[in-house]
């Protein structure tokens, strides 16, 4: 009965721990924080067709930085909502800018599935950026991401405005940060 009501126990305690992010092997490893209020660190990496894209070639736009990877099963499951915010807020007017872009950054190791997953998925976002390197990503540790799905929001003049929003939450800021 002991045993039983141990087995109970310990299933409630899984049932309740956040089962909705997948954390780095090495946590510790990620020693960089970008919070809310900070400039946001400059990412340059490939795209999936070996173009450069920059994360400040989209100042002047709000934008949503996205670690995800194909992966990694909350990430997916959250991409649908992002799919549909991106859809509702690209075109946009916002106090501090004009239209909504997301950055997704992927901590893939491999190149198929991450193009895979991104047409499978809809992500219509024509910036797609990884170097392959999955939890030592240099744009992960720039920004001390120890677990995905990780976000950052960020104004049209490249500050952190918020972090970790999905969901609802995600659309709400972006209608609070909306021209009236």
């Known amino acids: 009965m002991k045993y039983i009501l141990s087995l109970g126990i310990v299933a409630l305690l899984l049932a309740a721990s956040p089962a909705s992010v997948v954390t780095s092997p090495d946590a510790s490893s990620q020693l960089a924080t970008v919070n809310v209020g900070s400039m946001a660190p400059d990412i340059a990496l490939l795209d999936p067709s070996g173009k450069t894209r920059k994360l400040s070639d989209l100042r002047g736009k709000v934008v949503l930085l996205d670690f995800w990877a194909a992966w990694c099963g909350p990430c997916r499951m959250e991409n649908p909502n992002v799919v549909k915010t991106y859809n509702e807020y690209k075109n946009a007017k916002f106090s501090t800018a004009k239209g909504f872009e997301v950055f997704s950054v992927s901590l893939d190791n491999t190149k198929d599935r991450w193009v895979e997953a991104i047409a499978k ?25 120890n677990s995905i799905p990780a976000t950052y929001l960020i104004d049209g003049k490249g500050k952190v405005v918020a972090k970790n929003l999905r969901g609802p939450a995600l659309e709400n800021a972006l209608k609070a940060m909306e021209s009236k």
């Open 121 to 145: 998925d809809g992500l219509v976002w024509t910036n797609h950026v990884s170097d392959l390197k999955g939890w030592r990503s240099e744009g992960a540790a720039l920004y001390g991401v």
